[in-house]
């Protein structure tokens, strides 16, 4: 593949820099460097040049799910994630009957290893079905059940080439047994659960890192109860997602999180098939879920995922929430690549990684995209 050259203003090593000159070839980011000596066949831009977002928790999207267990149906999640600016991601179960489940894994090591244009899957994240029935939101009640080792042993054989994440509620008998157990190989991450500080605070010493989607479905920060939210706030090293649809989550307490954990916040879309389509109605695993005005809803009014790209989440951050472009990208980009083991190959501009970029326009909306180097269409 002949070298491609992309010239403008990029964000790198935390700061945007103008006259950046940004190779790709073969798949790779082959140099980063700062000048105004200019290939002529260079592209030069007035977006802005940014890593590939990375979403640690997306279900679906231009009308399927992971759950589908479909290949046709995964490659157009991933096209069109990618398409928006998510160049990797985690595909996203939910609580399922074991059948499924294993039928919904097989699927997404399938389009793992099928060579599609799209996002690539860095991981599988499992958010259930081990989780807490009164938290359990927009999740199938009768397949939520106990912690299994036997159960989650089974899945990863299925692909032992992936990072694995697992949604779980710790105070759930036999969930630190679970997680001692995994806790080399799978990134436990505290959500859907009824769980207090202490129960929190306990699981991270078992060895969880992660929390799902943050402040949802879990207990708050109150002053004499500080929550599950207070463990993650006062944690040194667990990180955190968050829904930036300004719905999940106020737009304030979405800078309070980022400015608190500044390092550790991982900006996630939770995106189900929905996303992407007009308003209207749509499955979730059996579920009718309505989508109107930016929300989805079951009837009963829960929130049942997003109809959130990345690209929206990295504006909302700067629009809504009030916080520097410079601050919110790291939050797409390195923080999720850190928490899906891909640190040392994507999340940042530079030699060696991955060519995985998009240009970001003045509305902070996608111009340009390209995954591993190959240029994709907008969506």
Not at 228 to 254: F, K
Request: proline share 5%; aromatic share 4%.
């Amino acid at each position: 593949m002949s070298a491609r050259h992309l010239h403008g203003r990029a964000f790198i090593r935390g700061a945007i820099q103008d006259d950046t000159l940004v190779t790709l070839s073969d798949g790779a980011i082959t140099d980063v460097v700062q000048t105004t000596d200019v290939p002529a066949d260079a592209t030069r831009t007035a977006a802005l040049i940014v890593p590939g977002f990375i979403d640690c928790h997306v279900h679906g999207g231009d009308g399927a799910d992971f759950m589908d267990a479909d290949d046709s149906a995964n490659a157009r999640v991933l096209s069109f994630h990618a398409r928006c600016g998510t160049t990797a991601l985690a595909a996203t179960t939910l609580s399922a009957s074991r059948p499924d489940l294993h039928a919904a894994v097989d699927a997404v090591v399938r389009a793992t290893f099928a060579g599609r244009r799209g996002a690539e899957v860095c991981a599988i994240h499992l958010e259930g079905p081990y989780i807490n029935v009164e938290r359990s939101g927009a999740q199938d009640v009768a397949s939520i059940r106990p912690p299994d080792i036997q159960e989650i042993a089974a899945l990863i054989v299925e692909a032992p080439r992936l990072q694995w994440l697992m949604t779980i509620a710790p105070e759930l008998p036999g969930a630190r047994a679970l997680i001692e157990h995994f806790k080399g190989r799978i990134t436990f991450s505290i959500g859907h659960t009824a769980a207090d500080y202490g129960d929190a605070v306990a699981a991270l010493e078992w060895g969880a890192s992660h929390f799902t989607h943050l402040f949802n479905a879990m207990s708050g920060l109150h002053h004499r109860e500080p929550g599950v939210v207070g463990a993650a706030l006062v944690s040194t090293d667990a990180t955190a997602e968050l829904i930036a649809d300004g719905i999940h989550v106020h737009p304030a307490v979405l800078r309070i999180a980022a400015r608190a954990m500044p390092t550790r916040v991982a900006l996630v879309t939770d995106a189900m098939r929905a996303c992407g389509l007009p308003d209207g109605t749509y499955k979730l695993y059996g579920y009718d879920v309505t989508v109107a005005e930016g929300a989805a809803r079951l009837a009963n009014g829960t929130l049942a995922g997003s109809v959130l790209t990345m690209s929206g989440a990295v504006r909302n951050m700067v629009e809504l929430a009030g916080m520097p472009i410079e601050s919110v990208l790291p939050l797409a980009t390195e923080v999720p690549a850190r928490i899906l083991g891909v640190a040392d190959r994507k999340g940042k501009l530079e030699p060696g990684y991955d060519a995985d970029v998009v240009l970001l326009n003045e509305k902070l909306g996608i111009d340009r995209v390209f995954a591993r180097g190959e240029e994709l269409m907008p969506a």
